[in-house]
């Protein structure tokens, strides 16, 4: 019994390596190598294919050959302690089809020239540390789950290379209701034997859409302070900043202008990375139909009724009606007449359509629930009214058994009345007898 429990903890045991050792293995990332030529025509990006061996060690042995079609001068051994470029999302299954994205490129490392920064470097000369190769890879993992931007050292013609700076962000595509608080993710991480580390960083946050551009916040790490020109409320977690590299950016309130591309750069002495990620902010339509209720109509009759759809963001929209009898069948009535887009004060957006409903042409019987149906980013929604015909020409059972019903009353009221004064008739008639004798 003693040994068959001593089995059953080293069978545990070894699974536990296997599942720790395949959820902490690092890939081996297919990378664009991007180069820029000078030719006749001006400069033009020459690519080429490249091999990354990702590992947490610099004394991992790498046994895996090369692919035939990659040339030995672009394959690179990367070492990278922090395991930011094991994440699962640039480890594939084997077999998949759709691999990470990557793409790496030379790096010339040069003094930061940051106007609402202090100095990052103490002196104008270059320190001995930056005569190597350097290059810069940016990574997205698969879905969009994380976004990597690295700045890798290797000495001079060699392929080992280490990571100094590493950028990151798990929120590469957000969406936010109106009015929520919205976290950015944004983390780095340094190389503490590197000499660059411990000089000083800065933090700088940027806005993008369609062109437009705007600073959203920018500190200065050595100095400790804020650039003035800032977004309204946006803030950083500061101690998490510099105990943990928690450069995350936290919007108060979503609001409509916020939705666009942000940029989270990191800069060092001499060196810089950046992370872009996608912010959209969704808000569902509230719908209201008038006039509401309905009032009675008569068979024959054309209603006019119309559906607002109000306080709603992106634009996209689409606005139909359907019409549900009193048999629980349901069907299309179209669009309606749509009108334009309106803006409010707070960016949202308002839009309305009308719709004519000929009672006689759309056969809608005794009546039924009309219903405005909006198809939207944020989420579908429904309004509905109740609709009640009358003096329609082929009445219903229960119609017919209520006229049935009040016909019989009123025969029998007849009836009774007839009798009524018939009695009373024969009493008088036996008095007048009985007096005459």
């Known amino acids: 019994m003693t040994n068959f429990s001593t089995i059953c903890k080293l069978c545990l045991v070894a699974a536990t390596c296997f599942i720790k050792a395949c959820s902490s293995s690092c890939p081996v990332l297919e990378c664009w190598f991007v180069q820029e030529k000078t030719g006749r025509g001006g400069l033009s990006a020459n690519q080429e294919t490249s091999l990354l061996h990702i590992r947490t060690d610099s004394h991992t042995a790498e046994t895996q050959p090369a692919p035939s079609d990659i040339p030995p001068d672009r394959v690179y051994f990367i070492t990278d302690p922090a395991a930011t470029l094991c994440h699962r999302s640039l480890n594939p299954p084997r077999g998949s089809v759709e691999k990470p994205r990557c793409e790496m490129i030379p790096f010339l490392p040069q003094p930061s020239t940051l106007k609402w920064v202090a100095p990052l470097t103490d002196s104008a000369s ?145 060196l810089v990375a950046q992370v872009a990620m996608e912010l959209e902010v969704v808000e569902p339509p509230s719908l209201s139909i008038h006039p509401s209720p309905l009032p009675l109509t008569v068979s024959g009759q054309t209603l006019t009724i119309q559906c607002e759809a109000s306080g709603f963001v992106p634009l996209s929209m689409e606005l139909s009606w359907e019409f549900k009898g009193t048999d629980g069948k349901s069907r299309p009535l179209g669009s309606g007449s749509v009108t334009g887009h309106r803006q409010a004060w707070d960016g949202t957006y308002s839009q309305s359509t009308r719709l004519e409903l000929d009672t006689t042409k759309l056969d809608l019987g005794r009546g039924g629930e009309v219903t405005c149906v909006a198809v939207h980013l944020g989420d579908p929604r429904q309004a509905s009214v109740t609709l009640n015909v009358i003096g329609f020409s082929s009445p219903s059972i229960e119609d017919s058994m209520a006229m049935v019903g009040v016909a019989l009353v009123l025969y029998g009221l007849i009836k009774f009345v007839s009798w009524t004064f018939t009695s009373s008739g024969s009493d008088e008639a036996v008095q007048q007898d009985k007096k005459d004798k």
């Open 126 to 270: 270059s320190p001995i540390y930056l005569q190597a190769d350097w290059f810069s890879t940016s990574l997205q993992g698969l879905n969009r789950q994380l976004a990597i931007s690295t700045v890798t050292r290797a000495p001079t013609a060699t392929k080992e290379h280490d990571v100094v700076l590493s950028v990151t962000s798990k929120t590469v595509f957000v969406q936010s209701r109106l009015g929520k608080p919205v976290l950015l993710d944004c983390g780095f991480w340094v190389d503490p034997s590197s000499p660059l580390s411990g000089s000083g960083f800065a933090v700088e946050w940027r806005y993008q859409f369609r062109g437009d551009g705007r600073l959203v916040l920018a500190y200065d790490g050595k100095a400790d302070r804020l650039a003035k020109a800032q977004e309204e409320g946006a803030t950083l977690d500061f101690d998490g900043l510099h105990q943990k590299g928690n450069a995350s950016l936290i919007l108060p309130e979503a609001k409509v202008h916020h939705s666009g591309m942000y940029i989270c750069t990191v800069y060092l002495p001499y």
